[in-house]
């Protein structure tokens, strides 16, 4: 190897000989050699700098580094392999840069990869929203054109008004058009939050969704956008409240049922109604008015249901002339109590009916048929002659067409003989008038005649226009001419009826029969009732299971003036009720629940009690005069009117009877409970109280009366009323004593020195001074004294002192009569 060899040696000098490319290596003992040291040069890729040219004496210099700055015991060899390992690591640093970016550009290109992906997928859902959106619209385009087009087919000739109409349609429709606009926005909006959310992040859904693009919709969310989409085609904006509906408001209606009219849900009427302070359940009734208020509140119009348009069902329609057939006159009797008006029936109709009552007065209203000898049939009404069945008696004439008024010839005209009159003439009916017990020795008819001019009633033997006839019913005297004045009077009124209608009737009496259920005798006033017939009467409701003529016999139909018994009833109606023949059931029952509620509201508006608490409130509440508080129950309605009637009638203004209750049936422990809070006594008008009741009221003391004769409980009501005018007060004489001296007390007065002669003195007592046996005076003791002292009581046989209270005028030989007083109540 020389220098020569083209190999340049290593820049690193030897220490003595400045020869480069030579070492000098020092051996022991001072000997040295020169030796040429060759290196061999490597290729190195290393940075440009470094890759110089061979013999450059420039690109020398730095390989090595400045020799002045080389760390010193740094051989060349040492250098020369750092420098290597620099060059090494320069190398490595370049490769891991190129690797770094090669990396980078992978990321950047995968997240662009992705960035393209979702955007794809969201512009796949936006354009399938698109595609439904349009499909939507585009069907309600077709709906509403389809709609205009049968609304124009409907109205051949559309009016100015309603093409104007027309044209401000769209003006209307724009707002949910914005609206839909707003929230297409709003949507758009939200899918880009919830895609910027999820970006980076594939989740399952995504995954799985992959190809279809989108994720994966809910159930409900499906749900909610076909309802849209159906909301759309049906032309309707998605607000709720568009559609205004009348909505029939009765009365009363339950919540739910409003909710249903309205056709909202019922969730929202009950919180509807809460808000308005209502706390109400969808099984609760409320009234018109709060309903009116809910109805409004839901942007619905309310069209109130009155009772007419209930009762619309019931035929109304006037009987054409031809129609109308001759009817049998209806006939009531009356007069007063006594005067025959059962023997004057039973004489016509040769069937003793008074024999069956109870103390021989007629006690319901019965209604009979009876054909004359002539072939003429009469309808008998016969009313009682007792006072207390005056208000039944006003009914009876609102159906009759002829008043008897029964007179009889030895007793004149009575007061109730003038009711009768009054009667008749309020109801405008015509009088007969029959002059009855003419067979009597000190019959009198023409008395009778004069007394009946008093009252406006001219007989026609005095000259007026009044029918009369003298009968008698025991012999039957005079009682064709009776039968004839009728038959006259019937032609005169010429009393018509169309008997090929629906029926209507009266009732004349009704009652709750153990057996046969509540049964209801009525009288037809028009049309034919037949055993079938569904019929409302009064707030009750049935259908004719059966019927039953006077005679007792089963009919199928029954005309005009024909009085029927009528079985198949769901409740006892009142007296004096009008039963109407209806076509279903549901009407029947429809009209009675409406009469019902309506008599509840009318009660109740009206102050009567309900329920039995506001009974009990309402008979312990008035406290102003003294009552004598009672419960009526009869065996049927009209007995327990006239129990009522008769009840009321007694008293003054210092007591009153005060009926609690009335009612028709058996007494119960209803009744016990009322009777019992309000310290009443029950009286049982021919019916008993049940086995419950009765134990009940034993138990708690409640006093039961039963009675079969109203003059009876009349005069025992009387007695007890009478009686509550003032607690009865009895006195107790519990001594006397004789004055044997009188002595003057300086600031007492006079003192009486006495002996008691019999019983007691006490202090306390009340005292009276007899002076031959004439009461002087009444008062109480000042003092009593035995000797010294103040005692309460002295006995017999002992003497004492006493002195009277602001009374001086005493007397030796005077008595004085010592008594308490106990005050006595009284009871029924
Ligand atoms: N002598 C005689 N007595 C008669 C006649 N009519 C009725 N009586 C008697 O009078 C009494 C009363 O007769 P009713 O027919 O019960 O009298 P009423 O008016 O129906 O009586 P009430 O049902 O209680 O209202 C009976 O005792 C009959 O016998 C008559 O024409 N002559």
Same mark, same amino acid.
Do not use: N
């Given at each position: 190897m020389s220098d020569n060899d083209g190999k340049k040696p290593l820049g690193v000098r030897g220490s003595g000989s400045g020869r480069p490319g030579q070492v000098k290596q020092s051996f022991s003992h001072g000997r040295t050699k020169n030796v040429v040291v060759e290196t061999k040069r490597k290729r190195v890729v290393a940075p440009k700098p470094v890759a110089a040219k061979p013999g450059d004496a420039a690109a020398a210099a730095p390989r090595g580094g400045d020799p002045r700055k080389r760390p010193a015991g740094i051989t060349d060899a040492e250098l020369d392999r750092r420098m290597k390992a620099l060059a090494a690591a320069r190398a490595r640093e370049a490769d891991e840069a190129i690797q770094r970016e090669a990396e980078e550009k992978a990321r950047a290109e995968e997240r662009e990869r992705r960035r393209a992906e979702i955007e794809a997928k969201e512009r796949e859902e936006r354009e399938r929203e698109e595609a439904l959106k349009a499909k939507a619209d585009e069907d309600a385009r077709r709906l509403r054109e389809e709609q205009e087009a049968r609304t124009r087919a409907a109205e051949p000739q559309p009016s100015p008004a309603d093409a104007q109409a027309r044209e401000q349609k769209p003006a209307k429709a724009a707002p949910p058009r914005e609206r839909d606009a707003r929230d297409k926005d709003r949507n758009a909006k939200t899918t880009k939050v919830d895609d910027k959310r999820r970006a980076g992040k594939l989740t399952v859904n995504q995954a799985l969704a992959g190809g279809e693009g989108g994720r994966q919709r809910s159930m409900a969310s499906m749900r909610r956008q076909q309802e849209r989409a159906r909301k759309k085609a049906m032309g309707q904006p998605q607000e709720r409240e568009k559609v205004r509906r009348d909505v029939q408001l009765p009365e009363a209606i339950v919540v739910s049922e409003l909710a249903n009219r309205m056709a909202e849900r019922v969730a929202d009427v009950v919180k509807a109604l809460m808000q308005n302070g209502i706390m109400a359940t969808q099984t609760q009734t409320i009234d018109a008015d709060t309903a009116e208020l809910i109805i409004e509140e839901f942007g619905h119009r309310v069209v109130r249901v009155s009772a007419s348009d209930v009762e619309d069902v019931i035929q109304q329609t006037e009987d054409a002339p031809e129609d109308l057939k001759p009817r049998a006159p209806v006939i009531a009797i009356m007069g /007063? +109590?006594?005067? !025959?008006k059962t023997s004057i029936l039973d004489a016509i109709r040769k *069937?003793? +009916?008074? /024999? !069956?009552e109870a103390g021989g007065i007629t006690q319901h209203i019965g209604a009979y048929q009876v054909e004359t000898e002539g072939g003429a049939t009469l309808t008998f009404l016969d009313t009682p !002659?007792? *006072? *207390?069945?005056t208000s039944m008696r006003a009914r009876g004439a609102q159906v009759?067409?002829? +008043?008897?008024l029964v007179v009889a010839a030895d007793d004149s005209v009575m007061p109730q003989t003038v009711e009768a009159i009054a009667h008749a003439k309020a109801a405008g009916v015509p009088m007969i008038v029959a002059i009855n017990k003419?067979?009597?020795?000190? *019959?009198d008819p023409d008395k009778t005649r004069t007394s009946l001019l008093q009252h406006e009633v001219i007989v026609e033997k005095m000259s007026g226009d009044v029918q009369d006839v003298e009968v008698s019913a025991l012999t039957g005297q005079g009682l064709p001419e009776l039968l004839e004045a009728i038959a006259l009077q019937s032609e005169i009124l010429e009393l018509r009826a169309n008997p090929d209608r629906q029926a209507q009737a009266a009732v004349i009496e009704a009652k709750l029969d153990v057996g046969r259920g509540p049964v209801a005798t009525v009288l037809i006033q028009n049309g034919t009732l037949r055993q079938g017939d569904i019929f409302v009467v009064g707030e009750q409701w049935g259908k004719v299971r059966a019927m039953e003529n006077d005679r007792g016999e089963r009919v199928k139909e029954a005309g005009p003036s024909v009085p029927v018994e009528v079985l198949g009833l769901n409740g006892t109606p009142e007296a004096g009720d009008v039963l109407n023949v209806v076509s279903t059931e549901a009407q029947a029952r429809e009209i009675a629940e409406y009469r019902q509620n309506a008599a509840r509201d009318k009660r109740a508006a009206a102050g009567a009690a309900t329920t039995l608490e506001q009974m009990m409130a309402k008979a312990k509440a008035d406290q102003s005069v003294a009552e004598l508080p009672i419960v009526v129950k009869a065996d049927v309605q009209g007995s327990a009117e006239a129990i009522v009637q008769a009840m009321e009638k007694i008293g003054n203004d210092e007591v009153r009877v005060r009926v609690l209750h009335s009612g028709v049936g058996a007494i119960t422990e209803t009744d016990v409970g009322l009777a019992e809070a309000s310290n009443a006594p029950i009286i049982g008008f021919n019916v008993r109280a049940n086995a419950s009741a009765r134990a009940t009221a034993n138990q708690k003391s409640v006093e039961i009366r039963y009675y079969s004769i109203i003059y009876d409980l009349v005069d025992d009501v009387k007695a007890a009323a009478s009686g509550l005018l003032s607690n009865e007060v009895r006195e107790h004489f519990i001594g006397y004593a004789q004055i044997k001296e009188v002595f003057k007390v300086t600031k007492v007065g006079n003192v009486a020195g006495c002996i008691v002669t019999e019983g007691v003195a006490r202090r306390s007592a009340g005292v009276r001074l007899l002076r031959d046996d004439v009461v002087i005076h009444e008062g109480t003791l000042k003092t009593l004294k035995r000797f010294k002292d103040e005692v309460n009581e002295v006995i017999s046989g002992q003497e004492c002192g006493m002195a009277f209270e602001r009374y001086d005028d005493i007397r030796v030989g005077d008595v004085i009569e010592i008594f308490t007083r106990e005050e006595v109540e009284r009871s029924l």
């Open positions: /007063h +109590v006594d005067h !025959g *069937a003793r +009916v008074s /024999h !069956g !002659g007792h *006072a *207390a069945f009759t067409d002829i +008043v008897i003419i067979d009597k020795h000190d *019959a």
